[in-house]
Structures are given as structure tokens and as C-alpha cells.
């Protein structure tokens, strides 16, 4: 039997026995910022974090790129807060443009728990929350 080593990268490919696998591998709102340093660690779900585009690229996107491309991530989820007054669940520029175009993605996206609802009542982003699903 084959044992598996810890390389620091999260889903490469692993073996057991003498059977290669690729486990699901999905990202979490790393690419707007949750639990990337953005935030205090009580920050209220309804924050809104200010950084530079140049910032987002350089510093917190690249271990999502990482997932997304090195790990082949099946699923993305985005976070509760906004960055620079959009929320990540309704950012096209973050989930479409980059992830989905930049970095070939074609899984799943999804929000976090009461993502969608705060786009509405906690940011105000959406007139009423049937808009937040829409957007």
C-alpha cells in the first residue's frame, strides 16, 4: 500500500492503494476576502472591506486561483461581506469575469448560509430580497 504525503497543496491528486483519486475539492469565499485577513475576526456579516484591485490580485485571490486551477475545485462559495461596496454573491467582476473567465472555472457557485438574504437586509444592496436571488 501506497502512502499519501502532505505537499501543502490541497487537492492534488492522493492515492490509496494502488488506486489514484482526485478528491472534490471546493473553495470557499476566499476569493472576496472571508477568512483571508480581510476582517476582524467578529466582523459583522453585513461588513464592507475596502482594497485596492491591484491588492485583490496580488495578495488575496491567488489561493483561490490555486484551487481553482491547480486543485480543479468543483464548487465555489462566496462570502457575506462586501468588497469595495459590492457584495461577493453579486459580484460579477469577482465570480464571472475572474474565476469563471480568467481562470476557466465551470462548477458550481454558491453563497453562504444567509448570504443572499444580507445582500438585502444587512447591506442594502437589493430593494427587496427576490431581487438579491436575482442578482
Excluded at 476582517?39 to 491567488?62: C, E
Excluded at 458550481?108 to 448570504?115: E, G, L, N, P, Q
Amino acid at each position: 500500500m501506497e502512502a499519501s504525503v502532505l505537499d501543502g497543496q490541497h487537492g492534488s491528486e492522493k492515492t490509496m492503494g494502488n488506486t489514484a483519486f482526485a478528491p472534490c475539492m471546493c473553495c470557499e469565499t476566499q476569493i472576496s476576502g472571508g477568512g483571508c485577513g480581510f476582517l476582524p475576526h467578529h466582523s459583522p456579516p453585513s461588513a464592507t472591506i475596502k482594497v485596492s484591485l491591484q491588492d485583490l490580485a496580488d495578495t488575496y485571490q491567488p489561493p483561490l486561483q490555486s484551487c481553482v486551477e491547480q486543485g480543479k475545485a468543483s464548487g465555489i462559495m462566496c462570502a457575506y461581506n462586501c468588497v469595495n461596496g459590492v457584495p461577493a454573491c453579486a459580484d460579477f467582476n469577482l465570480l464571472s469575469l475572474t474565476a469563471r473567465g480568467k481562470w476557466g472555472f465551470n462548477g458550481y457557485i454558491v453563497s453562504d448560509y444567509d448570504a443572499v438574504k444580507i445582500m438585502f437586509d444587512g447591506h442594502g444592496y437589493t430593494k427587496t430580497l427576490e431581487d438579491a436571488v436575482v442578482d
